[in-house]
């Protein structure tokens, strides 16, 4: 290296230096972490010279890596799993940075399962040439990661490491800084906590609810009983299954708003999980003289998610239709676009009155016309299908017009690995 480039790098090590110093003075003051993160990205990209930074922050929830801040010629939140598959997913894996002079040659000699995702690229009319990542870590674990991008211009260098590692010790004083103000501003925690005490007290009830509509089936059948207390205990039985539903939705519920995942978190095919559930449900659909039509994509539909939670979401979904549908179809469509996959459920059903459409995802809420018709239901259902849709960064809308019918469409990114 020559005079002149040692002086270059020099002054480029002590640039990021003042500006760390100058936004950790911000962050003593500023909560708002969106706003310090930016300000981080902005350094990376003046000071370092990069054309693209990106700050990922890793969700728990998800095991996946989301961009909370970006800099450069990509406009969309970019969501990466924790594997080490693609460079910033590898980088918080390893806890190490690492600096890659050509993204399309040939990654190997980092990690033998890595490679670069063109796909940005190709989608952006950019050509990535060089980049840089590193952990960001505090007290020992990683937080998230920090990317640097070129596609021209002076190439980074080793040395830029040292640099990129100033920016993110300062990402993880933030990170830490936020998580523990949002501990104590919106009482997370205690969400949780909530969650995991209603977890333990509806299952402390499955056994007696169990246990009473054994004893009530057991006197129906062997207690010689007249016709009138007969037909009593068919009704407690029936009312103690309804229970034993409602305990079992409420179970799914909290296990969901404790905020692990319910089963693994992996990428899964959306078209044989459909075709799973709507079987299931063929015959209570015959059995209502309800034409149930399945039109699937031609091809697996892969999406990431929770191998719980997806079933379930699928499972309510169609499970509704037929229950709240009298005459006519449901109708089942999965159509694999790109970068969305979307399932739709169309019944001819009952419909939903307009008023209450904006209630209808809330915790035990149950619309006025199925209450009318005695249509049993817990109201737990939508909330936990919504909540496990978003939690994957998908979305979740509904159309429905009461006395014609609903549809409810569910939109899920697709997995490009």
């Known amino acids: 290296m020559s005079d002149e480039q040692r002086d270059n790098q020099g ?35 003046q000071d370092l010279g990069a054309e693209r930074a990106t700050v990922f922050v890793i969700d728990e929830e998800t095991q996946e890596l989301r961009s909370t801040a970006l800099i450069g010629n990509v406009s969309r939140e970019i969501r990466i799993p924790i594997a080490a598959t693609s460079l910033a997913g590898y980088c918080a894996m390893s806890g190490r940075a690492f600096l890659v002079p050509d993204a399309y040659g040939d990654l190997g000699a980092i990690h033998k399962e890595l490679r670069f995702d063109r796909r940005w690229d ?22 998230g990661v920090v990317q640097a991008v070129n596609s021209c211009g002076e ?25 523990l103000y949002d501990d104590l501003a919106t009482m997370k925690r205690l969400e ?22 054994s004893m009530a089936d057991a006197l129906g059948q062997y207690g010689n009983l007249d016709e009138r207390s007969s037909g009593m205990m068919g009704r407690i039985s029936g009312r103690m299954e309804e229970m034993g539903e409602l305990i079992g939705d409420m179970l799914v519920l909290a ?21 799973g559930v709507c079987e299931r ?70 419909g939903i009155p307009a ?40 979305g979740l809308s509904l159309q429905s017009e009461e006395n014609v019918g609903s549809t409810f469409t569910v939109h899920l990114p697709v997995h490009s690995g």
Request: aromatic content about 6%; overall charge positive; hydrophobic content about 45%.
């Open 11 to 45: 002054r480029r090590q002590l640039a990021v230096d003042e500006d760390v110093f100058r936004l950790y003075d911000r962050l003593i003051g500023d909560v708002h972490l969106p706003t310090v993160l930016r300000d981080v990205a902005a350094v990376v990209c």
């Open 122 to 143: 190709e989608m952006n009319d950019f050509r990535t040439r060089d980049v840089m990542c590193s952990p960001v870590l505090f007290k020992g674990g990683t937080l």
């Open 155 to 179: 190439p980074f260098r080793e040395a830029d490491l040292g640099a990129l590692s100033s920016v993110s010790r300062l990402i993880g004083y933030a990170l830490y800084h936020a998580k």
């Open 192 to 213: 949780q906590e909530k969650a995991e005490f209603m977890r333990i007290m509806v299952h402390e009830l499955k056994s007696p609810v169990a246990a009473a509509k």
């Open 255 to 275: 296990k969901a708003k404790s905020g692990g995942p319910m089963g693994q978190v992996a990428v899964v095919d959306l078209r044989a999980e459909a075709a």
């Open 281 to 350: 449900f063929r015959e209570p659909a015959e059995q209502k003289g309800l034409a149930l039509e399945v039109e699937l994509s031609g091809e697996a539909v892969p999406v990431r998610t929770d191998t719980m939670g997806l079933p379930l979401v699928i499972s309510n979904l169609v499970g509704n239709a037929v229950k709240y549908t009298q005459a006519g179809r449901v109708r089942v469509t999965l159509v694999r676009g790109d970068p969305w996959a979307e399932l739709a459920v169309t019944d001819t059903g009952i």
């Open 355 to 394: 008023a209450e459409i904006p209630k209808l995802f809330g915790e035990f809420f149950r619309a006025s016309n199925a209450k009318k018709q005695r249509i049993g239901g817990s109201g737990v259902g939508l909330a936990l299908v919504k909540q496990m849709v978003e939690r994957f960064g998908g």
